[in-house]
Structures are given as C-alpha cells and as structure tokens.
Nanobody, 115 residues
Framework: QVQLVESGGGLVQAGGSLRLSCAAS????????MGWYRQAPGKQRELVAS???????NYADSVKGRFTISRDNAKNTMYLQMNSLKPEDSAVYYC?????????WGQGTQVTVSS
C-alpha cells in the first residue's frame, strides 16, 4: 500500500503562484510513476502532469509553460509548481501514484484562483 498526502493549496489571485506537495509513504518502492490530476465542479477529473521514475514528464496542453512537476526522491515527495495561475485552474488537485500493485490517490487539495 502507498499513502499520499497533498498540501499547499489555497486562494491566490490570477497571475500568482502556488506550489503543491505530495508526500508518499508506505510501499514507495512499488511506485513506477506519479502525477497530478484536477477536478473542477461539474467537470471530469483530468491529468495535469505526470513524472516517471526516470524523470520523464508530461503536461496537459492547458498548463504547458506555466506548471512544473518534479520529485525529490530523498524526501519521497512530488511537487507541482504552478505559475501564472488563471481562474480556470481552480479545482481540487489530486496526487496520484501508479504502482506495481495498483493505483493510489491522495485526498485532494483545493486551489482557487480569483480574477
């Protein structure tokens, strides 16, 4: 089992920045990739960014050039640096991990961007 705990969400004005963190614990050695998803009210959950164990990254077109995903393996923590935030980035952001034995989710953290 893998446990994921997000932090760093909050309220920010448009154009501002936030950094989300996702701390992983448990059977971390089984994780093969991690990512951030988000879900806005009335919308489907969507992939924002992902990163593999080798460091390869992938971003949704809507966040390319503004968001950066990274991992600190020594701290078992994944980050999402979000710059130039827009009101349409407002959502609950979820940490996700794909592992050898399953997929894991955090509880989510709210990000609200005011115009």
């Amino acid at each position: 089992q893998v446990q994921l705990v997000e932090s760093g969400g909050g309220l920010v004005q448009a154009g501002g920045s936030l950094r989300l963190s996702c701390a992983a614990s448990g059977s971390i050695f089984t994780i093969t990739a991690m990512g951030w998803y988000r879900q806005a009210p009335g919308k489907q959950r969507e992939l924002v960014a992902s990163i593999t164990n080798s460091g390869s990254t992938n971003y949704a077109d809507s966040v390319k050039g503004r968001f950066t995903i990274s991992r600190d393996n020594a701290k078992n923590t994944m980050y999402l640096q979000m710059n130039s935030l827009k009101p349409e980035d407002s959502a609950v952001y979820y940490c996700n991990a794909w592992g050898l034995f399953g997929e894991y989710w955090g509880q989510g953290t709210q990000v609200t961007v005011s115009s």
